[in-house]
C-alpha cells in the first residue's frame, strides 16, 4: 500500500500565503517526479508544479513566479509554497506521485485525497 496525505490548505486573503505538504508512506522503493494538480469547480484538474528526484521543476504558466515547488528524498515529501494567491488559484490541490514499490516493476501514478485552497477577493 501507499498513501498520499496531504496538508496546509485553507482560506486565504487574495496577495497571502499558503504552504501544502505531502508525505508519501508505505511500500516505496523509489518515487521518480512529484507534483501537485488542482482542479476547480467545472474544470478540468490541471498541473500546478512538478518535481524530479533530481530537482528538476516544471510549472504552469498561471503559476510562474509566485508558486515554488520543493521536496525532501530522505522524507518522501513535496511541498508547495503559493506566494501573492488570486482568487483564480481557488481549487482543490492534489498531490502525485510517480513510485516504483518493488524492484523490477513499473512506476505507477498516486494521488493524494485533495486539500482545498480558497482564495478571497
Known amino acids: 500500500q501507499v498513501q498520499l496525505v496531504e496538508s496546509g490548505g485553507g482560506l486565504v486573503q487574495a496577495g497571502g500565503s499558503l504552504r501544502l505538504s505531502c508525505a508519501a508512506s508505505?511500500?516505496?522503493?523509489?518515487?521518480?517526479?512529484m507534483g501537485w494538480y488542482r482542479q476547480a469547480p467545472g474544470k478540468q484538474r490541471e498541473l500546478v508544479a512538478s518535481?524530479?528526484?533530481?530537482?528538476?521543476?516544471n510549472y504552469a504558466d498561471s503559476v510562474k513566479g509566485r508558486f515554488t515547488i520543493s521536496r525532501d528524498n530522505a522524507k518522501n515529501t513535496v511541498h508547495l509554497q503559493m506566494d501573492s494567491l488570486k482568487p483564480e488559484d481557488t481549487a482543490v490541490y492534489y498531490c502525485?506521485?510517480?513510485?516504483?514499490?518493488?524492484?523490477?516493476?513499473?512506476?505507477?501514478?498516486?494521488w493524494g485525497q485533495g486539500t482545498q485552497v480558497t482564495v478571497s477577493s
Open positions: 502525485n506521485a510517480i513510485i516504483s514499490r518493488f524492484a523490477g516493476t513499473y512506476y505507477n501514478a498516486y
Open positions: 508505505g511500500s516505496i522503493l523509489t518515487i521518480n517526479s
Open positions: 518535481i524530479t528526484s533530481g530537482d528538476s521543476t
